[in-house]
């Protein structure tokens, strides 16, 4: 591929990058001093569904040709991409993809099933199983109950940072 072409399809993911990480502190910033009630969460689920397209668009550029579909799910799970990623190789988690796949349909079970039981896990299979989660259900609608704080959302946010950072440490 030639290095104009590729400028031209890093184009939209760089700055998306950018708009990404600046926006976190003034998501954080309206967590913070909102109204005890809550308030809507839309500005959070699209802060966080950015990221995740990001790091989406990233892993789809670099492996499309390794994979058999371009789903996430199908990319993550490819044996070529696992092993050349260190991602989900080896002991009884080796599809935590699959594992997420019944606990993973709402927001809540994110923050209250998969945070807790990632958290000794191996850090590149937390983040992008997180990441792979957060993608799918901020993906699909934005009516979900105002369950963030502070502490959580600024979890999940990082969890998409990290996978993308590594992602692009990994690959480029």
């Not at 939209?12 to 954080?28: D, G, K």
């Not at 000794?120 to 199983?129: A, E, L, Q």
Request: aromatic letters at 12%; proline letters at 3%.
């Amino acid at each position: 591929m030639s290095s104009t072409r590729q400028e031209k399809e890093y184009r939209s993911i760089i700055p998306a990058l950018y708009v990404f990480i600046a926006e976190s502190e003034h998501r954080l910033f309206q967590l913070k001093v909102r109204s005890d009630v809550g308030g809507s969460i839309e500005p959070f689920i699209l802060h966080l569904l950015k990221g995740c397209l990001v790091f989406e668009t990233l892993l789809r550029q670099i492996y499309s040709s390794h994979s058999s579909s371009t789903g996430l799910g199908n990319i993550l799970n490819d044996a070529f991409v696992k092993k050349d990623l260190e991602y989900c190789t080896s002991g009884p988690d080796k599809d935590l993809i699959g594992f997420t796949g019944g606990v993973r349909k709402t927001l809540q079970d994110i923050i209250n099933h998969i945070l807790p039981y990632l958290k000794d896990k191996n850090s590149v299979d937390r983040f992008f199983t997180i990441t792979y989660a957060l993608r799918n259900v901020t993906a699909h609608t934005l009516s979900w109950p105002d369950i963030f704080s502070s502490q959580n959302y600024e979890e999940l946010y990082k969890s998409i940072v990290f996978s993308i950072m590594y992602l692009i440490k990994k690959k480029f």
